[in-house]
């Protein structure tokens, strides 16, 4: 693979992107699980504390959706509903690189339709947008435990809405180094950083 300034675009034969029917959804299993973990995670962070008064619990359940949400949307859905796919991963020197793939050629082994392109793409942009207005209503009520889990939903469902944007754009111009980063590896590295501290103490 040839490193275009840390960030790949690859042709696949797994179809054309471009053609994109109108008949309905061919897909409805996919495009199910498309919604279904995210909008779990949402419905669940609203409702949890009805059920269980442990933050942990909540915690991890709703964690643990957004994990599943992360990996199949990634993974599953974005190849299968619109024909994208990506990936970071970290060479023998350490450096990090990102690959991002669409279906270009002449095969056309499978031809998404457009209520698969729209379900895909409004899940992807709204579901993030609502993970924003929950981490202002979780500030204003001063629940700061429960901002965590706002900050890993929005870290998550954003490296998925920023991975498949590169790759519907094409562009190989890097974007903001927040989004390549992640919130997420700022907080690992404070948090390891912080008990590293207090076993040397």
Known sequence: MANLDDTE???????SEDEVSKAACRSPITAFFHLLFRVSAMVTYLICTLFSSSFIINFVVIVLLLSMDFWTVKNITGRILVGLRWWNYIDEDGKSHWVFESRKGSKKKHVETASESRIFWLALVVCPVIW????FTSLIKFKIDYTLIVLIGICLQGANLYGYVRCKVGSRKQLSGIATTFLGQQILRSTLSKTSTSETN
């Open 132 to 135: 924003v207005f929950f981490l």
């Open 9 to 15: 675009d690859v042709a696949l034969d797994f179809g």
